[in-house]
Every structure is written in structure tokens, then in C-alpha cells.
């Protein structure tokens, strides 16, 4: 059984940095393609960042592009997301989901999430 489970959101102001971690269990996480995704209160479900398992080639969303850095670490079955100068528009739940390329996003097999929320 898939398992991923999130950790490391909290409160945090404008400008300052989170790092989110990912622990995932019940497959072959070193030969998955990983993403984050986040859903805003409101608002659709919405791709953040994607890691191959291959070359470790990153991407991400144009909004958070220079600001969020994902990175995984295949030993310790791993996925990471380094956040850093937050906006307030940054506040949502934070996923990792498995990056399948025959499925739609919204079916990716994910986690419940770790709540990010960006406040003075």
C-alpha cells in the first residue's frame, strides 16, 4: 500500500522559510517520478514542483520559481520541499504525490498534507 505522509508546515510571516518533508513507504520510491502539489482554501488542486527519478531533473510552477527548491533522497525514501521568501498567496496544503504520467494530477496518489500558511 502507497504511503506518503508530510510534514513540516506550521505559521510562518511574509519572507520566511519552511522545509517540507515527505516519508514515503510501500513501493519503489527510487524508480518514481515525485511531485508537490498544494491546494488553496477555495481553490483547485494545483502542481507546484515534480522531480524525476532518473537524472533528478527538476521543475516547477512559474509562481514559485527561484523561491521553492524540491529534492529527494532515494536512501532515506525522502521527498523534500525547501520554501523560502513566502507570500501570503503561498498559503495552502501541501502535498507529495507520486508523478504518474498515464493519470490526470488530480489522480495522483498523494498524502493527506501538511497545512502552510503564510501570515503577518
Not at 7 to 18: A, E, T
Not at 83 to 105: G, H, R, V, W
Amino acid at each position: 500500500e502507497v504511503q506518503l505522509v508530510e510534514s513540516g508546515g506550521g505559521l510562518v510571516q511574509p519572507g520566511g522559510s519552511l522545509t517540507l518533508s515527505c516519508a514515503a513507504s510501500g513501493f519503489n520510491f527510487g524508480v518514481v517520478d515525485m511531485s508537490w502539489v498544494r491546494q488553496a482554501p477555495g481553490k483547485g488542486l494545483e502542481w507546484v514542483s515534480s522531480i524525476n527519478w532518473r537524472d533528478y531533473n527538476t521543475y516547477y510552477a512559474e509562481a514559485v520559481k527561484g523561491r521553492f527548491t524540491i529534492s529527494r533522497d532515494n536512501a532515506k525514501n525522502t521527498l523534500y520541499l525547501q520554501l523560502n521568501s513566502l507570500k501570503t498567496e503561498d498559503t495552502a496544503i501541501y502535498s507529495c504525490a507520486q508523478a504518474l504520467p498515464s493519470i490526470d494530477m488530480e489522480r495522483w496518489p498523494r498524502g493527506q498534507g501538511t497545512q502552510v500558511t503564510v501570515s503577518s
